[in-house]
């Protein structure tokens, strides 16, 4: 008599959480979350690019990802407000052309009649000089 045969339970490992993340900076998979305990206190740190961060006063139900989330969103709040002090508008330098045909536009609002304001126009685009252009290139 031969032994009954039993199919073999295949049993697949439940996903876990990653240890280590991606980084923001330099794009590396090497951001580790270290969580302190007993002072609350957790550290995110970069061993490719070498950024840190520290986080004080976390709470008791917040797990390395939510740490990570954390640090994520203050990096790029940190990047967007430096691009909006970048981006504050400077002037920029019009060519002799330009100046004139604009001030010509604004000749051409006006309320039909010769004002002072016309004569202002028309005496800042007789000051306007007017350069010799190449056709050739």
Known sequence: MGRKLHRKVITRPKPSLP??????????????????????????????CHINRTFSEIKKIESEVDIYGNFLDQYYLEIESQ????????????????????????????????????D??????????LEEYDDNG
């Open 19 to 48: 240890k280590i993340y991606d980084c923001p900076k330099c794009e590396a998979k090497a951001i580790e979350v270290e969580l302190n305990e007993t002072n609350r206190t957790a550290s995110v740190s970069c061993g490719n």
């Open 83 to 118: 691009s909006e002090k970048l981006e504050t508008p400077t002037p920029v330098p019009k060519s002799p052309l330009q100046a004139a045909s604009s001030v010509t536009d604004k000749l051409g609002e006006g309320n039909g009649g010769d004002t002072d304001e016309d």
């Open 120 to 129: 202002k126009i028309a005496e800042d685009l007789d000051e306007v000089p």
